[in-house]
């Protein structure tokens, strides 16, 4: 009866100790792919600053795939600074949404 009592708390230890340790695993992976930038993980584009004009290069910054009428220098300093570091846009329709921001 002794033997079977203590078997029960080993199996009930080992149970929370494996459970422990998911939970563990499973923060250490969440922090670990939430802690990349939103807007790059799923930026399909990148507005910068090229030359004093807007221009619209690929996701992992080739191009210039476009080049637009808009000089940087016109716009909000805040503007400037983040097109200097560049600007990620997801799709088509934030792109027309930001070059109409812009003022194109």
């Known amino acids: 009866m002794q ?5 029960g708390w080993i199996l009930y230890f080992s149970l929370l100790g494996a459970l422990a340790l998911l939970c563990i695993v499973a923060c250490a992976l969440w922090f670990a792919l939430g802690s990349r ?6 930026a399909g ?3 910068k600053d090229n030359g004093g ?3 619209l290069y690929a996701a992992d910054g ?3 795939l476009a080049e637009y009428d808009i000089y940087t220098r016109l716009l909000p300093e ?10 990620t846009v997801a799709d088509e329709a ?7 921001d812009y003022g194109l």
């Open 3 to 7: 033997n079977e009592h203590k078997r």
């Open 37 to 42: 930038p939103q807007a790059q993980q799923s």
């Open 45 to 47: 584009y990148l507005l």
């Open 53 to 55: 004009h807007l221009a």
């Open 62 to 64: 080739s191009g210039p």
């Open 78 to 87: 805040n503007d400037v600074l983040a097109l200097q570091q560049g600007v």
């Open 94 to 100: 934030e792109l027309q949404q930001r070059l109409e």
